[in-house]
């Protein structure tokens, strides 16, 4: 057997060994996503811009932080609107594996919202100057299916507490995997407290 001959077996035996590798590592805890965030809701509409950082610790554990920037155009009760919105969050969760397709997560983050701008009050003539923060918490359980290998499906029930308004929420995310570094993902989660609907479109990068 030649060189080249050899060369070409030892090259299919370590793409076996790779993809071997990446299957036995199971789903990846360790990504930054980024893209458009919206919210739709009876009091407020909004859209911006979100990023997400998860970083995996040990075999089960990571940890999360976030930004977001939102521009409000919107708002019930208002007849003109001009504020923007800075969404910080922090903090953590775990997962555990069901099989190798299905992990179960729990994730808790800290949420601090800082909004400044002008707003209209009915019977107004001026715009009145908006200035205002708001804290809380949004915890998280969802299952991470993997119904194909480049598509993941994630059910989600989220619970928040965030400034004045608080209630849960049920969504749906999918990941679909154009390469091993790259994925698009879709989000929609709808919160009964307000009749509001977070949507995400965006992109992944595996790390």
């Given at each position: 057997?030649?060189?080249?001959?050899?060369?070409?077996?030892?090259?299919?035996?370590?793409a076996m060994?790779?993809?071997?590798?990446?299957?036995?590592?199971?789903?990846?805890?360790?990504?930054?996503?980024?893209?458009?965030?919206?919210?739709?809701?009876?009091?407020?509409?909004?859209d911006g811009?979100?990023?997400?950082?998860?970083?995996?610790?040990?075999?089960?554990?990571?940890?999360?932080?976030?930004?977001?920037?939102?521009?409000?155009d919107d708002?019930?009760?208002?007849?003109?609107?001009?504020?923007?919105?800075?969404?910080?969050?922090?903090?953590?969760?775990?997962?555990?594996?069901?099989?190798?397709?299905?992990?179960?997560?729990?994730?808790?983050?800290?949420?601090?919202?800082?909004?400044?701008?002008?707003?209209?009050?009915?019977?107004?003539?001026?715009?009145?100057?908006?200035?205002?923060?708001?804290?809380?918490?949004?915890?998280?359980?969802?299952?991470?299916?993997?119904?194909?290998?480049?598509?993941?499906?994630?059910?989600?029930?989220?619970?928040?507490?965030?400034?004045?308004?608080?209630?849960?929420?049920?969504?749906?995310?999918?990941?679909?995997?154009?390469?091993?570094?790259?994925?698009?993902?879709?989000?929609?989660?709808?919160?009964?407290?307000?009749?509001?609907?977070?949507?995400?479109?965006?992109?992944?990068?595996?790390?």
């Amino acid at each position: 057997m030649n060189n080249k001959g050899l060369m070409a077996i030892a090259a299919a035996c370590l793409a076996m060994l790779s993809q071997a590798a990446m299957a036995a590592k199971g789903f990846s805890y360790s990504y930054i996503d980024g893209g458009y965030q919206g919210v739709r809701a009876d009091s407020a509409d909004a859209d911006g811009l979100a990023a997400k950082l998860s970083y995996g610790l040990m075999d089960h554990f990571m940890v999360l932080a976030g930004y977001a920037h939102f521009w409000q155009d919107d708002a019930e009760g208002l007849s003109s609107v001009d504020v923007q919105v800075d969404q910080f969050t922090i903090g953590g969760g775990g997962h555990f594996s069901i099989t190798e397709r299905i992990d179960l997560v729990g994730t808790v983050v800290y949420v601090n919202e800082q909004s400044t701008g002008k707003a209209k009050y009915p019977g107004e003539s001026d715009k009145s100057r908006v200035k205002g923060t708001r804290e809380g918490y949004l915890a998280e359980f969802y299952g991470r299916i993997r119904v194909m290998d480049k598509l993941e499906l994630t059910p989600l029930v989220a619970y928040r507490d965030v400034g004045d308004e608080s209630g849960t929420g049920f969504g749906l995310d999918a990941i679909y995997k154009l390469n091993r570094d790259w994925s698009l993902r879709g989000n929609a989660t709808y919160f009964n407290d307000d009749s509001a609907t977070n949507l995400f479109l965006g992109v992944r990068f595996d790390m």
